[in-house]
């Protein structure tokens, strides 16, 4: 497996255990819809979560969470309509980033909640 791919499945497996951790629990993880893939779908209460996680190993080009772009948030609303219908849902939903970056000597975790909408 790709040192990325390596990277991503770390990444995705400690957000998943933070969230849990936070009292969220976990609904879907990689839910597609077209050309879109949400990471994780969790709930928290009656709200559901859209939640993009963004990992690096060194903050040299920037923030991890700073790589979301605008093609990227409008294929997240896609999906998150496509979910919503599926699963018949009429509470509320948002949207939320989890970056993860990886130092040499510790790994850094943060939940940005409505990231963007």
Same mark, same amino acid.
């Not at 791919?5 to 839910?31: P, Q, V």
């Not at 819809?33 to 040299?60: M, N, W, Y």
């Given at each position: 497996? +790709?040192?990325?791919?390596?990277?991503? %499945?770390?990444?995705?497996?400690?957000?998943?255990?933070? /969230?849990? @951790?936070?009292?969220?629990?976990?609904?879907?993880?990689?839910?597609?819809?077209?050309?879109?893939?949400?990471? =994780?779908?969790?709930?928290?209460? @009656?709200? /559901?979560?859209?939640?993009?996680? %963004?990992?690096?190993?060194? /903050?040299?080009?920037?923030?991890?969470?700073? !790589?979301?772009?605008?093609?990227?948030?409008?294929?997240?609303? !896609?999906? +998150?309509?496509?979910? !919503?219908?599926?699963?018949?849902?009429?509470?509320?939903?948002? &949207?939320?980033? =989890?970056?993860?970056?990886?130092?040499? !000597? +510790?790994? %850094?975790?943060?939940? &940005?909640?409505?990231?963007?909408?």
């Amino acid at each position: 497996m +790709a040192k990325h791919l390596r990277l991503g %499945k770390k990444a995705e497996y400690l957000a998943t255990d933070f /969230l849990r @951790k936070h009292g969220y629990y976990i609904r879907d993880k990689n839910y597609r819809s077209g050309p879109a893939e949400v990471d =994780i779908i969790a709930q928290k209460t @009656k709200r /559901l979560h859209f939640i993009e996680i %963004k990992s690096k190993h060194s /903050l040299r080009f920037g923030e991890p969470e700073e !790589q979301i772009g605008k093609g990227k948030v409008r294929r997240y609303h !896609q999906a +998150a309509e496509s979910f !919503q219908l599926e699963e018949k849902w009429h509470g509320e939903i948002q &949207f939320d980033t =989890i970056s993860i970056t990886f130092f040499p !000597q +510790a790994v %850094k975790i943060e939940h &940005f909640e409505d990231a963007f909408s």
